[in-house]
């Protein structure tokens, strides 16, 4: 089977297994949010946001360097990594419990504060495990993992779904998030016979150190993404509107894990094709098309049927995601466009260019929404999506400079087909249901027919 088979054969399964967890997490969500309003999942989602990034921060690519260790990692390996999360975690934690009214006086949301503190303490819980984890990872005992992340899922639901009934509000996935982060320690300590200890060996800490910080200072400026609506909108614009751009985001996100998927196999799969510029140039035209498709077209197709679905299964308090959706929207759907270009990159030994990039959308997209959101409301968040497509220039010629400029006339094609469908949407019933047939346009085109048949060929054998 040759490469370009087995990635999309494969893409296809890890697509099919993540859909259904993700069908599972859009269950749970959709009832949780229609229970406690957009307020009270504001509130959450300022907290959860803050507490996520720091989560991200804490783990300093560590996790990365027990997965690509050449030899297999002592028992040493894991207790300096242990030790390692265990003063970040700390450090961290204790900053959110002492500062959780000085942060929340900031955000002029006085309510957040014993969430953020109580969500701060389960970064310990949770940074605690990723050895546990990882031992399991070096293992491939990947179906114990997917059964322990399914099991501890399913446990976020139990608790917050009954207390959200009973008017708990924010606290309902505040706890959840707590339950689930306890079933996921427990189950991963009885599923592996690692039992790490305390260890303080500085030549291996700066080594980790080290690797950590050259691997991880991208994905850093990246993950600031997620402070925008916590800290920006909420800061202006109030709880409730980041309830509202929240929902919008998981909603995206949701649509577009395909996204996440190709991430996964062009590491894997690009290696395989070295320093050829031409094949490397070549997939990701491939990539670009399957991205602008598995991405574009679910966006599109949930905006056509949004105005009807959304009001009637997460209620009407909740109709104003309809008008930042598709801003959303359009911003994810570049973004996996340009998803492969990074790949490349960091193939490449590229990191700091990729950083470069991010540090640029960053600015853009923080700078928007510090601007607009004071005028525009929650909307202004959206224009600030917009805004930040600019930044994909600067990806684009440092690929270029790489490996020579990728031809994007397909994968753009599809962008904009499904972009029109997105802002038809908004329009009115009539020019939202005929805007479907837009998304029938490339099959005009017989090259089209005939790669999207090859797909299907691929993946029926």
Not at 10 to 15: F, I, S
Not at 73 to 84: A, C, G, I, K, W
Not at 117 to 141: C, M, Q, W
Not at 253 to 273: D, I, P
Request: aromatic share 12%.
């Amino acid at each position: 089977m040759g490469l370009r088979t087995k990635v999309i054969k494969g893409g296809a399964l890890m697509v099919i297994r993540q859909a259904l967890g993700i069908l599972l997490s859009l269950i749970g969500v959709l009832f949780i949010t229609r229970v406690i309003g957009p307020t009270e999942y504001g509130l959450y989602g300022v907290g959860y946001g803050i507490v996520s990034f720091l989560g991200g921060l804490g783990i300093w690519g560590l996790d990365v360097y027990l997965l690509r260790k050449t030899s297999t990692p002592e028992q040493q390996d894991y207790d300096q990594v242990f030790t390692l999360l265990l003063c970040i975690s700390s450090v961290f934690t204790l900053s959110l419990v002492l500062g959780q009214h000085i942060i929340a006086q900031m955000l002029k949301l006085p309510q957040v504060a014993p969430l953020l503190a109580t969500l701060g303490l389960t970064l310990p819980i949770s940074l605690l495990n990723l050895p546990l984890t990882i031992k399991l990872d070096r293992d491939l005992n990947f179906q114990r993992v997917a059964y322990i992340e399914l099991i501890s899922q399913i446990s976020y639901y139990v608790i917050a779904l009954p207390l959200a009934h009973q008017g708990a509000g924010a606290w309902a996935p505040v706890s959840g998030l707590w339950l689930q982060q306890i079933t996921m320690v427990v189950l991963t300590f009885f599923s592996t016979n690692l039992r790490p200890r305390l260890c303080w060996k500085p030549s291996l800490i700066r080594e980790m150190l080290a690797y950590g910080l050259s691997y991880s200072s991208s994905t850093w400026v990246w993950q600031l993404r997620s402070l925008v609506n916590p800290v920006i909108v909420g800061r202006f614009a109030g709880a409730e509107a980041v309830g509202f751009v929240a929902l919008a985001i998981r909603l995206a996100e949701m649509l577009a894990f395909a996204k996440s998927v190709t991430w996964r196999l062009a590491m894997a799969a690009l290696a395989k094709l070295e320093n050829d510029s031409f094949r490397l140039r070549k997939s990701i035209e491939e990539g670009m098309r399957l991205q602008a498709l598995a991405v574009g077209l679910p966006m599109a197709a949930f905006a056509i049927a949004a105005p009807v679905i959304l009001p009637l299964v997460f209620g009407k308090d909740w109709t104003p995601v309809l008008y930042i959706f598709p801003l959303i929207a359009i911003g994810y759907i570049f973004n996996s466009i340009f998803n492969l270009h990074s790949s490349v990159l960091y193939l490449l030994g590229k990191n700091l260019l990729v950083t470069w990039f991010h540090a640029a959308h960053i600015a853009l997209f923080a700078g928007s929404t510090f601007l607009l959101v004071p005028y525009l409301g929650m909307v202004g968040y959206g224009w600030a999506e917009i805004a930040a497509l600019a930044s994909y220039i600067v990806i684009h010629i440092y690929t270029a400079k790489q490996i020579g400029s990728p031809n994007y006339t397909v994968a753009l094609s599809w962008f904009t087909i499904s972009v029109a469908v997105l802002i038809l949407s908004t329009v009115n019933e009539t020019v939202r249901y005929l805007s479907f047939v837009l998304l029938l346009l490339p099959l005009i085109s017989s090259r089209e027919r005939n790669s999207l048949i090859g797909y299907f060929q691929i993946l029926k054998s």
